[in-house]
């Protein structure tokens, strides 16, 4: 079964520096990850995705993720976060086996200090 | 190109009645796949149709059903509602079922 689990609920950072949001994924196969933003009242944005080419991912708004197999594992990062980066953030996880059927993080919310 | 829509935006409803909310996919996708999110439960699967056939289904009671017409529109529905029903409802479309998920803006519903 995929499962995807996302450390800390809730993250804060100065403006200005490092963001790091935790992702982790179990997948008996190959897996597509990606990871999405939500605004408040909105729906969710595609920031980047893993489909089995480079391991290292940029996406859009300066935010980028690694994934790295031997720790199951696909942090989204951003050198200098910015206030606008406050959101809720999910990782998703989909494979193969289980046709378009997307499983995602119960989510992390990122409060930007000024 | 037109993103995903979902209409109504809000709604409001009381326990018992019956709501159906509406999703239009992005031109040319074909599947369009349903979630329910909430605070305590974030993002839940609840359906996703492909050329107007149900292919995946979320762990969800029969109150909860969707169809897809052949224009690529969906529809779902939720019958006696229940106060946990209040929910964002999100839609998410994709061109094929293989790549990454569009999402619309979500129908609020809440019920009372």
């Known amino acids: 079964a995929q499962s995807v689990t996302q450390l800390g609920s809730h993250v804060s950072v100065s403006e200005g520096a490092l963001v790091l949001l935790r992702c982790n994924y179990s997948?008996?196969?190959?897996?597509?990850l990606f990871w999405y933003v939500q605004y408040p009242n909105q729906g969710l944005q595609l920031l980047l995705k893993?489909?089995?080419?480079?391991?290292l991912v940029k996406g859009i708004n300066g935010f980028e993720a690694e994934f790295k197999k031997s720790e199951t594992s696909f942090h989204l990062t951003k050198p200098s976060a910015h206030m606008s980066d406050a959101a809720e953030y999910f990782c998703?996880?989909?494979?193969?086996?289980?046709?378009?059927?997307?499983?995602f993080g119960t989510g992390t919310s990122l409060t930007v200090i000024p | 190109k037109a993103g995903v829509t979902q209409t109504p935006r809000y709604l409001i409803k009381t326990r018992g009645q019956q709501v159906t909310l509406s999703c239009s996919p992005i031109?040319?996708?074909?599947?369009v796949s349903w979630y329910q999110q909430t605070p305590g439960q974030g993002l839940q699967f609840l359906f996703e149709?492909?050329?107007?056939?149900?292919?995946n289904k979320g762990n969800f009671p029969g109150r909860f059903s969707g169809r897809q017409f052949s224009n690529s529109r969906s529809e779902m529905n939720v019958s006696t509602l229940e106060l946990g029903d209040s929910a964002l409802y999100l839609c998410?479309?994709?061109?094929?079922?293989?790549?990454?998920?569009?999402f619309g803006p979500g129908t609020r519903l809440t019920v009372l």
């Open positions: 998410a479309s994709s061109l094929r079922t293989t790549n990454e998920q569009f």
């Open positions: 997948s008996s196969v190959p897996p597509y």
């Open positions: 893993y489909t089995s080419a480079a391991t």
């Open positions: 998703a996880v989909r494979t193969s086996n289980t046709g378009n059927q997307f499983y």
């Open positions: 031109s040319g996708h074909r599947s």
């Open positions: 149709y492909f050329s107007e056939t149900q292919r």
